[in-house]
């Protein structure tokens, strides 16, 4: 019977017990793949062993707040945190998809700003959307460029969901006065996150790498808004459509990409041949 622990050092034990299982834990964080993992293990064992040496409520009572916050899910936290507050706006926000003259409103927004930037004359004659001719590109009129940047923007889509899986079209995000659009939207079926595209067609190479900067802009600012109405980060995906994979140099992709980066933003490039199209004259 001396070799039974005696009730009052029963906790004492389990903090003993713990204590070990942190120190294991730390030595496994020393694995790579196993890192994260343990890393989340170890901080709740040693928090455990600490409250339970302790003996004391009010550190039980943090033990718990503590280990719960560490395995539970930061949305599900958010969702708390505001009932507790009593915040009844952070769950009015709305995802509604636009409608079919909104699309073409945003459309032709986009048309204008690059024709502004491009400072290019405007044509009337008309193209086809299935076969491009990059000679002719500068003599399509405003409403065929519209319908063919309605095109690039289907068929990207389409091409970016045999990896993405299902992706919504035109979607807005909305709670109060403040609102944000998206060409495209898909879910994580695993982490809940939204997947976000906003696709760019960058016609005139010579003024590609100006137009995807003041794209990159509008995009963080995008962001900000979506993060401000649902409270959540989204994975934000910048699809820049060149007529070539040529149309900007690897070093300028490069910067770009980088410079994406840092705000936080995935910028992906795809050619017109990429997602289906027939490209004649492929000077541009």
Aim: hydrophobic share 40%.
């Amino acid at each position: 019977m001396e070799y039974i622990v005696p009730p009052d050092s029963y906790i004492n034990l389990i903090g003993t017990v713990a204590l070990l299982v942190s120190i294991l834990c730390l030595f496994i964080t020393f694995w790579e793949k196993q890192r994260s993992q343990a890393t989340k293990l170890f901080s709740i064992m040693l928090v455990a062993s600490l409250s339970f040496f302790s003996s004391h409520w009010a550190t039980y009572f943090a033990a718990i707040f503590i280990v719960a916050t560490a395995v539970t899910e930061l949305e599900f936290l958010q969702n708390l945190a505001a009932i507790i507050r009593k915040d009844e706006n952070y769950f009015k926000y709305k995802k509604e998809a636009l409608s079919k003259a909104e699309n073409i409103r945003r459309k032709a927004e986009e048309t204008i700003e690059e024709e502004y930037t491009s400072k290019q004359p405007v044509e009337t004659e008309e193209s086809t959307v299935e076969k491009i001719d990059l000679s002719k590109l500068r003599e399509l009129s405003n409403i065929s460029r519209m319908k063919l940047s309605f095109e690039i923007e289907e068929k990207a889509l389409i091409y970016l969901s045999k990896e993405y899986g299902n992706i919504e079209r035109g979607v807005r995000f909305k709670k109060g006065n403040e609102s944000v659009e998206f060409d495209g939207v898909s879910t994580n079926g695993r982490d809940k996150e939204d997947i976000i595209f906003e696709v760019k067609w960058a016609r005139y190479p010579d003024h590609a790498h100006v137009f995807i900067i003041n794209s990159l802009r509008r995009s963080s600012e995008q962001v900000s808004s979506y993060s401000s109405i649902t409270g959540k980060k989204p994975i934000f995906n910048l699809v820049v459509v060149t007529n070539t994979k040529t149309s900007i140099g690897i070093d300028r992709w490069d910067n770009l990409r980088e410079r994406a980066k840092r705000v936080g933003i995935n910028l992906i490039n795809l050619s017109l041949k990429e997602i289906g199209f027939e490209v004649t004259n492929e000077i541009a």
